[in-house]
């Protein structure tokens, strides 16, 4: 759970990825907690950043479909999730979970989402039907304001770029390729 993972030079992470996901999940009407969303817009709009993989990487603005997302992410190798976060620091800072550090994070924090299904209940979704991928991570950013509201807090919008920067060094060390992004 620390800003630099030294799991992230594990050779587990290195192995072959050939699919990856990348899930934004937020309600983009409710503030902060959009901004899930707001990175895949970003990640988005910058289509070279991962094109240095080789493999198939799927950008999905998950939204708050829940349940809906489980076909969507059957037989992915690697996910990777970004979303408002509870994680105990201030507004903005972003911090990344791998593996066992996102499982143990969901499992410890299983509030009320204002999402009708939340992350917590799809992984466990997953875990079940045996499809929970190898690789994944969580991109959590903590929120300021989770209210109705169709604009990010100034905090987490200067989040938006460094959340889309750890997510491609993310994908470069699982595909095995060097990045000069610091995580």
């Known amino acids: 759970m620390n800003d630099v993972d030294p799991a992230m030079d594990s050779e587990d992470l290195l192995t072959h990825v050939h699919r990856c996901v990348i899930l934004g999940i937020g309600n983009p009407l409710m503030g902060d ?13 910058k289509p070279a950043a991962l ?18 997302l489980i076909d969507r992410l059957a037989g992915t190798d690697a996910l990777i999730v970004v979303d408002a976060a509870n994680i105990g620091k201030s507004a903005g800072e972003v911090q990344l979970f791998l593996n066992k550090e996102m499982d143990g ?36 950013i903590q929120p300021s304001i989770i209210d109705w509201e169709t ?14 920067d750890k997510i491609i060094h993310i994908v470069s060390k699982w595909y095995g390729v060097s990045t000069q992004c610091p995580i």
């Open 33 to 45: 907690d959009g901004v899930g969303i707001h990175v895949i817009r970003d990640l988005l709009a």
């Open 51 to 68: 094109a240095f993989t080789g493999g198939t990487i799927e950008i999905l603005d998950g939204g708050t479909l829940g349940y809906l």
């Open 105 to 140: 994070f969901l499992s410890q924090n299983q509030t009320s989402s204002v999402h009708e299904v939340g992350l917590v209940d799809l992984v466990q979704m997953m875990t079940l039907m045996g499809q929970m991928p190898r690789h994944r991570a969580l991109v959590g």
């Open 151 to 164: 604009e990010l807090s100034p905090s987490l919008a200067q989040s938006v770029a460094k959340a889309s």
